[in-house]
């Protein structure tokens, strides 16, 4: 398996527009997650789902942040309209709630989107 | 609020010597997981601990977790320069599939 694939690996882009991030998750993989990292915040969970259905979005900052599932193989995290301050690292990560680690979700991680808005 | 905070912020050490790296977490939980994170890259998973163990091993790691505290460590053994990385303790307390990650701990082994 090629892993969770994430795309584009780097962004750069002017405040106001638009930004579309992509996620692949691993085949089979029922959950999938978005997380935002920064030096001054570290890691946080913006929106998780479960079989393509959004289980938790208290971590989106605000309205400009939305994220799809439209099928199992896909994942888009959109920011519209992009801000300075939405410059971070963007991971996609995916589990299998059912695997070999029962009731416990580890998560396998893309190599991320790294996110400038000038 | 992070579900995990590790201590402490940054670990230099000589190749060869042990890496103790701790966690401590605000609500209970049901599994605490431990990952690794090289510069630039995303995060690798690699060990889990269950709420009723309280060591686990795999090869040159150690955890262990004292619910009674709300923390746990994680032992490196006999580090090696490639063990250079920063390193995080996550939770899932809140809710079943939500996972909270620490800060993070930022190891640097020198040859």
């Known amino acids: 398996d090629a892993g969770v694939i994430q795309s584009p690996r780097h962004e750069v882009t002017e405040m106001g527009q638009e930004v579309t991030l992509r996620c692949k998750p691993i085949?089979?993989?029922?959950?999938l997650f978005w997380y935002r990292q920064t030096m001054m915040r570290g890691l946080e969970l913006l929106i998780y789902?479960?079989?393509?259905?959004?289980?938790?979005d208290s971590g989106m900052p605000e309205d400009r942040f939305s994220a799809k599932m439209p099928n199992a193989s896909f994942s888009t995290l959109k920011i519209q309209p992009s801000e300075p301050r939405d410059s971070a690292v963007y991971f996609c990560a995916s589990s299998f709630g059912k695997g070999p680690y029962l009731g416990a979700n580890v998560l396998t991680f893309g190599a991320g989107s790294r996110l400038t808005v000038l | 609020s992070q579900q995990g905070e590790e201590d402490p912020q940054a670990l230099s050490i000589q190749e060869g010597e042990n890496a103790t790296m701790n966690c401590s977490y605000k609500t209970s939980i049901n599994n605490l997981q431990w990952y690794r994170q090289n510069s630039g890259r995303g995060l690798v998973h690699l060990i889990l601990i269950r709420s009723n163990e309280r060591e686990k091993h795999s090869g040159r790691l150690r955890v262990t977790l004292d619910t009674s505290k709300k923390s746990s460590s994680l032992l490196i053994t006999a580090s090696r320069a490639a063990d250079t990385a920063s390193y995080f303790c996550?939770?899932?307390?809140?809710?079943?599939?939500?996972?909270?990650f620490g800060q993070g701990t930022i190891l640097t082994v020198h040859p």
């Open positions: 996550a939770g899932d307390g809140t809710s079943y599939g939500k996972l909270t």
């Open positions: 789902f479960n079989n393509n259905v959004p289980i938790d």
């Open positions: 085949s089979g993989h029922d959950y």
